[in-house]
């Protein structure tokens, strides 16, 4: 759950659905499904990076890391730089 709230809380865009109608962060429950349904007109770099932790959060669903090259440089730096990947990581 970590992973997720560092992720919406650094971005832009899903910074607007950290609320309790998407993520329960008492219950560690994410409306996948609505945020997926939520996301269809978003751009293909701003999908990639709420796949990218809905995917660190649950492991499911496909994740094309080739995505990554349409990101720019501040979104790279979120998912590559920052905490993200280390929170998801930490036992490895």
């Known amino acids: 759950m970590d992973t997720v709230i560092s992720l919406f809380s ?3 865009k899903l910074q607007r659905y950290l ?6 962060i008492y219950e560690g429950i994410i409306e996948e499904e609505k945020l997926k349904k939520l996301s269809k007109p978003w751009s293909r770099s701003e999908k990639f990076v709420l796949q990218l932790a ?3 959060y649950s ?3 496909k994740l094309d890391l080739n995505d990554i090259d349409y990101l720019d440089d ?3 730096h979120l998912v590559m730089e920052m905490e993200a990947m280390k929170i998801r990581f930490k036992a490895m």
Do not use: A, F, M
């Open 10 to 12: 650094n971005h832009s």
């Open 74 to 76: 501040k979104n790279k």
């Open 54 to 56: 809905l995917h660190l």
């Open 19 to 24: 609320t309790d109608d998407y993520i329960n």
């Open 59 to 61: 492991g499911r669903g």
